[in-house]
């Protein structure tokens, strides 16, 4: 999704709003004037109009900005407020003023600072791409039984403070858990996603579970195209289409998973498998749709096979992939999370991690135990 050059025409509501802006700035400065707007009113009227456009600012780049540069925000945000206002207000001694007129130099100060340096911040991030996030998915795959998968959960919803804050967890058992995980995870950060949902919407399906069901269960992702899928269960592009159109309509964001197997990997056509796989399903969805999706890379040769992929093969993959969205959907691919789903570990996540188009891991085996799935999350921290 390339961004236009051509100004953004102004929407009515955008309009209405400014219009009433503009009007009530100017009530509030017409009774400033004549005197029936006592004059700490209208400065405390005035600072809150530019606290609150500052905030706008800040919310609007914080997520286009990498943690190192966040931190340097916060410093700007807080700077003005002990140095300028606190010790000003101290230090402006008049015994002959009221504290409206001692604090009012260093609060105008202040926030003038601040509003300066929210502006700076803005004009400097708000066209860079945003940040992508940084997910650790858990694909628990028919492992556990329900009261221990509501247990795992527990383990990791208590140990979640060991990783990183801006990690995005995600578990995902088995549909017999779904219900029980969901309750082990009220109240956390760590979502709730599928291994996989039906093609159709409804109907006679027997052993089916659709789209519908695992959302109102309280899935908010949904694990699609699978390698084990498509092995051992025939799921082709065509099926797959079919079942991203059902995570969409019941608001479940889809991880689509891509990757070659080691007969294609030995002749060379991995980056034409990947290609075919990214064409026939995500290279259908609207802009939209691909603004919330995330994809999987499995490299399915390295895995059960004694074959290892390194840390340089899933980059050089990964870049691939997100050449391949590019040319579709232009800047929205610097956006969009790739994982790595080739046996993910503690061990070897940092780096990973490290590289620059590797955005977090699908994690199979490591996921059944709390300490090693967070710890997967510590990799990005390293």
Same mark, same amino acid.
């Given at each position: ?23 009530? $700035?100017?009530?509030?400065? !017409?009774? /400033? ?7 700490? &009113? #209208?400065?405390?009227?005035? &600072?809150?109009? &530019?606290?609150? =456009? ?6 609007? +780049? =914080?997520?286009?900005? !990498? ?5 340097? =925000? ?7 407020? #002990? ?55 858990? %694909? ?21 403070? !060991?990783?990183?804050? *801006?990690?995005?967890?995600? +578990? ?16 956390? %950060? ?6 996989? $949902? ?9 052993? *089916? ?22 092995? @051992? @269960? ?23 998973? +891509?990757?070659? %197997?080691?007969?294609?990997? *030995?002749?060379?056509?991995? #980056? ?24 999987? @890379?499995?490299? +399915?040769?390295?895995?059960? !096979? ?29 956006? /969009? ?10 061990? %070897?996540?940092? *780096? ?27 990799? #990005?921290?390293?």
């Amino acid at each position: 999704m390339k961004r236009s050059n051509t100004p953004s025409k102004l929407s009515p509501q955008r309009g209405a709003r400014i219009a009433l802006l503009l009007s009530g $700035c100017c009530a509030v400065c !017409t009774l /400033t004037v004549t005197g029936l707007l006592p004059r700490p &009113l #209208f400065d405390a009227l005035f &600072l809150c109009g &530019l606290l609150v =456009l500052s905030a706008r600012r800040i919310r609007v +780049v =914080l997520p286009h900005m !990498t943690p190192r540069q966040r931190e340097w =925000l916060y410093v700007w945000v807080y700077v003005p407020l #002990f140095c300028f206002f606190l010790p000003g207000s101290a230090l402006w001694r008049d015994t002959e003023a009221g504290l409206g007129e001692r604090i009012r130099t260093p609060a105008y100060v202040a926030v003038a600072f601040l509003f300066i340096a929210a502006h700076i911040f803005y004009f400097l991030y708000k066209n860079k791409p945003k940040m992508r996030k940084k997910i650790v998915a858990g %694909n628990w795959k028919m492992n556990t039984l329900p009261a221990e998968g509501a247990e795992l959960a527990k383990g990791i919803v208590a140990q979640r403070a !060991t990783a990183p804050a *801006e990690v995005n967890f995600i +578990v995902c058992p088995p549909f017999t858990h779904l219900s029980q995980v969901a309750e082990a995870l009220k109240g956390s %950060n760590i979502a709730l996603g599928a291994q996989n $949902c039906a093609a159709e919407e409804k109907g006679a399906y027997t052993g *089916e579970v659709s789209a519908a069901m695992i959302a109102a269960l309280g899935c908010r992702y949904v694990i699609l195209g699978h390698s084990e899928r498509r092995q @051992y @269960y025939g799921e082709t592009s065509e099926t797959l289409n079919l079942k991203m159109a059902r995570a969409y309509a019941h608001g479940l964001t889809p991880v689509y998973c +891509v990757g070659e %197997n080691l007969e294609e990997r *030995e002749a060379g056509k991995h #980056f034409d498998v990947v290609k075919a796989q990214i064409e026939e399903v995500v290279c259908n969805l609207t802009p939209e749709q691909f603004a919330d999706l995330v994809i999987a @890379y499995e490299p +399915v040769w390295a895995i059960g !096979t004694g074959k290892t992929a390194t840390a340089d093969q899933a980059q050089e993959i990964h870049a691939f992939i997100r050449k391949v969205l590019a040319d579709k959907f232009g800047a929205a691919a610097a956006e /969009t999370p790739i994982l790595y789903g080739g046996s993910c570990k503690p061990s %070897n996540a940092a *780096e990973l991690f490290a590289k620059e188009d590797v955005d977090g891991g699908l994690i199979g085996g490591a996921a059944l135990k709390a300490e090693d799935f967070l710890g997967i999350g510590q990799g #990005f921290a390293k």
